[in-house]
């Protein structure tokens, strides 16, 4: 495969063309330095065939922000620890040289005083105008600090300095964001000025360094709009990058522009933007450049990042989330097994939201993602004979650790295909790309010791035969005994997702969860007048935040009603009746006219019953403690296979 082969970038060779692009993990330690969890996370990428590695967001100076950081001499060894690893595997490392776009040293003060109000309103004055306001002394000061951090990476061993061209750099680019008249701003040669400048004193700093350029597009709308603010639009990018080749810069990387208040921007749940949207940038600027270029988004699958390379679009891959879901892409295209590879769904749960809600990167599909120090898959000693009953996402999971453990396993499963809940989770609109997770399942289980036992259950008498049951049987939806819930107008919302019942016409959801909203979008989608039902104050509360814009956007274009704050009182032949009590207004209740009153409200464990069972039966998935989402299918499964 082409993205296997060698790369020259500046005076180095990449191993291979498979990039992990800079991402925010929350790995770091409070001073910045590269920690365990970090460096396990770094050390297996490189030891799943990753040719180049960048770490994200790395400040040169003490920030109250949580990013990795590389200032000090003590903070050194940390670095140099990961890059001799990344090294025993052949992999270079690189480091995202980055300054956060307010006033580090002012806010460091107020913190310092403990006036937390004054710099919270600092962080966001400086976060709109603080380029506009920093002196060009204190630009100088920017210069200087990077400078230093540069010469510490080159100590520490590492291989490449990524300019980070979005955040201040980007900003300071964009003519949507720099308004300043002096030297800095207005024209394009103005504007480009600092980032060329800082091009200039890492070529002296640090000469046998690589120096990659991450190069943020501001790219146009549908509307006429335009996605992004933190860069430059297509045509001064092209002008741009021939000026940092020709300054001096070894590598181009070229990514879809920041700065917008949505990380769904640059970082694009499924369905939200098209495969590879970045790539056709990426193309235009390495038609102009002789320096290898890079380019990331929404690269899924080997073959689509196999294309992009052979077709000459860009040199270098960049897999962010592709890599959390399987750090081992390189190895497997190596090992002819490409089809084996667990291809990430886009559905941000374990990556982008936890870094929004300040939690640490992790994966919900790989368990070990995060977790590198301590989840790891350990040989059995003895081998067992093991039954896993439901081949749903828990069962599927469990039966892939068990098997690589060594276990014999056997699943049952009472349907005739594998999916469980996924086969109506990806129903709605937009979430068809969680079918992958079964292709995964089905690739590799194929070859493991795994035995398929479709359209059969598990009964007592059989049970005997094996040394443990991991169940996997999954919950259901359940209908309140609210009066009327048994009238043929309602159906169940997982039966809606099925296709085993219908609804048309006025159809009333009850329930505002995720499945409730979503079932709404999908009915809506079929023509039907929804309105939603939710008790809480907000709907979807569950989903990604980077989904939630194109989610409500959706809701409002097919005209969904939402009632919040409302209780479902009494279900009539051909009506509801509601009571709103949103707090502060006066209690009222009410009658909705409804054709088909769908249920969204909850969902009830089942576990089988094994009769008088003497050997381990373990519950995972929904049927375990309490019913999940996939994050926890998959965690509650591999934990408890690899524990036989």
Request: aromatic residues 6%.
């Amino acid at each position: 495969m082409k993205i296997l082969e060698p790369v020259k970038v500046g005076r180095l060779t990449f191993k291979n063309r498979i990039m992990f692009p800079p991402l925010t993990t929350g790995y770091e330690e409070r001073d910045g330095s590269i920690g365990e969890q970090s460096f396990r996370f770094y050390e297996r990428l490189a030891r799943g065939g990753v040719g180049y590695i960048v770490i994200g967001d790395v400040a040169p100076l003490a920030t109250f922000t949580p990013t990795p950081k590389l200032f000090r001499q003590d903070q050194l060894s940390t670095f140099k620890r990961l890059a001799d690893a990344c090294h025993r595997y052949d992999c270079k490392l690189g480091i995202q040289l980055f300054h956060p776009e307010y006033d580090v040293d002012a806010l460091n003060a107020l913190f310092a005083q403990g006036k937390m109000d004054e710099a919270r309103l600092k962080v966001k004055h400086d976060m709109q105008f603080f380029i506009n306001e920093m002196t060009e002394e204190q630009i100088e000061t920017i210069l200087r600090h990077m400078e230093a951090c540069a010469r510490l990476a080159q100590e520490a061993g590492v291989d490449c300095i990524e300019i980070h061209g979005d955040r201040l750099v980007g900003s300071l680019c964009s003519r949507l964001l720099n308004h300043r008249t002096d030297s800095y701003g207005g024209s394009f040669t103005n504007r480009i000025r600092f980032a060329l400048a800082l091009v200039e004193r890492l070529k002296k700093a640090v000469p046998d360094m690589v120096i990659d350029y991450k190069l943020p597009v501001i790219t146009p709308l549908k509307d006429g709009g335009l996605r992004g603010k933190g860069g430059l639009e297509i045509e001064e990018a092209e002008q741009f990058a021939l000026l940092l080749e020709k300054n001096g810069v070894d590598t181009i990387h070229v990514a879809q522009a920041d700065h917008t208040g949505n990380m769904a921007d640059t970082i694009p749940p499924m369905g939200t933007q098209p495969y590879g949207f970045i790539v056709s940038c990426a193309e235009k600027i390495k038609k102009l450049v002789s320096i290898p270029i890079s380019c990331v988004g929404r690269i899924v699958t080997p073959e689509a990042a196999e294309a992009i390379v052979t077709a000459g679009k860009a040199d270098i891959i960049g897999l962010g989330r592709s890599l959390l879901a399987d750090p081992d892409f390189a190895l497997k295209c190596a090992e002819g097994r490409a089809h084996c590879v667990r291809t990430c769904i886009m559905c941000n749960k374990g990556c982008t939201d936890n870094i929004q809600n300040r939690a640490f990167l992790s994966c919900v599909l790989n368990a070990e993602n995060g977790y590198e120090g301590s989840r790891q898959i350990t040989p059995a000693e003895p081998k067992k004979q093991i039954a896993v009953v439901g081949a749903g996402i828990a069962g599927l999971e469990a039966a892939r650790v068990a098997a690589m453990k060594g276990h014999a396993v056997t699943i049952y499963e009472k349907s005739l295909k594998i999916g469980g809940q996924i086969l109506i989770a990806s129903v709605p609109p937009r979430k068809e790309e969680m079918m992958r997770i079964l292709n995964y399942y089905e690739a590799v289980l194929a070859s493991l010791p795994v035995t398929f036992r479709f359209g059969a259950t598990l009964s007592p008498e059989e049970t005997s035969t094996y040394d443990a049951i991991l169940v996997a049987t999954g919950a259901r939806n359940t209908i309140p005994p609210i009066k009327g819930h048994d009238l043929p107008l309602v159906v169940s919302a997982w039966d809606i997702l099925a296709r085993k019942s219908i609804a048309f016409g006025k159809t009333v959801v009850i329930g505002g969860g995720l499945v409730g909203v979503e079932t709404a979008e999908y009915l809506a989608h079929q023509g039907c007048d929804v309105t939603i039902i939710e008790m809480l104050d907000t709907i979807a509360r569950e989903e990604s935040g980077t989904i939630l814009p194109t989610l409500t956007a959706e809701l409002d274009a097919y005209h969904v009603v939402r009632h919040t704050n409302t209780r479902l009182e009494e279900i009539h032949a051909d009506s509801v009746t509601v009571t709103d009590s949103t707090p502060g207004q006066e209690s009222r209740t009410f009658t909705l006219p409804a054709d088909f009153v769908v249920m969204a409200v909850g969902a009830k464990k089942q576990i089988p019953d094994f009769g008088d069972c003497h050997i381990p039966v373990i519950c995972i998935g929904d049927c375990g403690e309490r019913p999940g989402n996939i994050d926890h299918a998959v965690k509650s499964a591999y934990d408890a296979a690899n524990a036989l």
